[in-house]
């Protein structure tokens, strides 16, 4: 089995400031780890995915996320937030031998000027 | 765009009706996928088709039936649907099932049954 876990329904930060998302993932086995966004009255999109390597790793829109295994961790970063990144944010969990992926609740950033 | 459009983008059933969601990809992909997304919940899978065969019912009731005629279309079949049905439907396609793979997602149906 598998599930994410982000603990803050919503966070709030000033533009300018860093934003950190936070995700705990449980599986047992390799973990495949992702970020989707979702924008007001749109799907969902792609930001960033951990597979192999480097733990930290970036995607689009100047996020980056680290993996920290020991910590079971997957947290979505940006070092400072814009308005513009306002949304829902879903943080993702694939075991390596499957194509289930798992959602966690999300977590709705607002982001003040 | 992602690629992927869905329609209709709202829908209000009564729990007597039949009505159908449709779903295509222009991506080339080979996968294709229907989520439900409700508030504050995690996205539950409902459905996953590979190369037109369904490979996924993730203990769905069955007045939600897929059908999947091609690699480039989708459908979710609905007929008396309750209240608690009610949620955003998103459509999801990968190349492929690969466990790296990105899906990419519709703008989903926003479906309200009374």
């Known amino acids: 089995a598998q599930s994410v876990a982000q603990p803050e329904d919503q966070v709030n930060v000033a533009e300018g400031n860093p934003l950190t998302v936070k995700c705990t993932y449980s599986v047992s086995g390799n973990p495949y780890l992702f970020w989707y966004v979702q924008y007001p009255n749109r799907g969902l999109q792609f930001l960033l995915k951990y597979i192999t390597g480097d733990n930290l790793v970036k995607g689009s829109y100047g996020f980056e996320a680290e993996f920290n295994k020991s910590q079971t961790s997957f947290h979505l970063k940006k070092p400072s937030a814009l308005v513009s990144d306002s949304a829902l944010y879903f943080c993702a969990v694939r075991l390596s031998n499957d194509y289930k992926l798992s959602f966690g609740a999300g977590t709705t950033v607002t982001v003040r000027a | 765009e992602t690629g992927v459009t869905q329609t209709p983008r709202h829908l209000v059933m009564g729990m007597t009706n039949k009505k159908s969601l449709k779903c295509e990809q222009h991506l080339g992909h080979n996968a294709m996928y229907w989520y439900k997304q409700s508030a504050k919940k995690p996205l539950e899978l409902m459905f996953v088709?590979?190369?037109?065969?369904?490979?996924e019912n993730n203990s769905v009731p069955s007045r939600f039936s897929p059908e999947c005629p091609n690699s480039s279309h989708l459908f979710l079949h609905l007929h008396t649907l309750q209240p608690e049905d009610s949620a955003l439907y998103l459509c999801a396609s990968s190349q492929g099932r690969g466990s790296n793979e990105k899906l990419f997602f519709g703008s989903g149906t926003q479906l309200s049954v009374l």
């Open positions: 088709y590979s190369l037109e065969e369904r490979v």
